[in-house]
């Protein structure tokens, strides 16, 4: 499975980076886990937020956000749109399981109506 991550929302900051007080380095940023294989695609309901900043390139964590980040980030996360949690099947699926009921189907008439083939058995 590889995994990806569909950004919902990025959202510039104008607030002091906890690191280096730099006020315009640092990005918002809400997530939603995306897990690829070839025959599924899923989609995880619960958004990851983050924020980096891109003057110190650290990453924030919560612990470190200050009062007026934690109020925007507030104000962002309401304005976010969640995409529900879902499993999305791929072409290869859907091909597979074309090929098993062609299978099946093949299967079926060869032991139950071989004269349909040309066969006299
Ligand atoms: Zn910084």
Not at 21 to 30: A, I, K, P, Q, W
Not at 39 to 45: A, D
Not at 49 to 55: A, D, H, L, S, W
Not at 93 to 109: D, P, R
């Amino acid at each position: 499975m590889k995994t990806e991550y569909i950004i919902l929302k990025e959202a510039t900051l104008n607030n002091n980076c906890p690191e280096c007080y730099s006020t315009n380095g640092m990005v918002l940023s809400f997530m939603q886990k995306r897990l690829k294989s070839k025959l599924l695609v899923k989609t995880k309901g619960n958004v990851v937020e983050r924020i980096n900043c891109n003057t110190c390139e650290n990453q924030i964590f919560p612990g470190q956000w200050t009062q007026d980040i934690e109020r925007v980030y507030q104000y962002h996360k309401k304005t976010i749109d969640t995409k529900p949690s879902s499993i999305r099947f791929t072409g290869l699926f859907y091909m597979l399981i074309f090929l098993v009921l062609l299978l099946v189907g093949a299967g079926y008439i060869y032991v139950y109506q071989p004269n349909l083939l040309g066969l006299n058995i």
